[in-house]
């Protein structure tokens, strides 16, 4: 069974792997992959229930040991969901990261009442896709106004994807299902880059958040972009990467 599905481009240090969100694919990132692969190795990965995976069970931690294997000696940089499942991965006892690049994360919902209706919420979302299939739940799913710059950007991709596998992820590895994080964060040595939109209000506050609990973290704001800004303003977001990743060569370099 295929849990998780890689593919890889490029050369060169560091590597970098590429976590993309909900209802998408690896797919989602190739302009900006495209880029990266001029001077690093980067992999392209379908995540549980997505892409070319076979969908099973598979809490967050357990999804984050899967991409621990695959990811040795990489940066990870993830979006929304792939953001999720990066912050599991760094915390995962088998981990060996560079750095994390993460667009759009949340460490976990506070309140235990509002974790519980967000996990019923999923649920019922996850019923919803069963029920009217990928192409309508897109329709639906993309009206949200945090995706109204993306809307149609890969929509076709986004339709390989199945009813089955999307309903699995919702109920496996949404947010409802993820444990607040900020302690076990607080622990964490690795340099971390996070990034928004300036208009994805509810997640610059959340970037605030982790500032607070990450010893490591620069934090970085995308002009005229909403959630998902590597897709809305991809040379402003590839240029805060680039220049992040490189003064992380500079800091592994006078430290050999």
Known sequence: MNFLATSSLGNGEPKIALLHGFTQTHESWKPLA????????????????????????????EAGGLIAEATTDSVLVGYSMGARLALHTALHPSRKLKGLILIGAHPGIVDENERRI???????LAMRIEEIGVDEFLDEWLKQPMFEGVRGL??????????????YALRTLGTGRQRVLDSELSGLNLPILVI???????????????????????IATIENAGHACHLEQPEATLETI??????????DSNRQ
């Open 154 to 167: 890969d929509h076709r991709d986004r339709l390989r994807n199945s009813k089955d596998g999307l309903a």
């Open 34 to 61: 495209d880029r990266l692969a001029r001077n690093h190795l980067v992999s392209l990965i379908d995540l549980p229930g997505h892409g070319d995976t076979t969908a099973r069970p598979m809490s967050l931690d």
């Open 242 to 251: 680039e220049v992040w990743l490189g003064d992380l060569r500079n800091r």
């Open 196 to 218: 928004t939109g300036d208009r994805d209000v509810k997640f610059v506050g959340l970037a605030q958040r982790l500032r607070a609990c990450l010893k490591n973290v620069t």
């Open 118 to 124: 967000r996990r019923d919420a999923d649920d019922d």
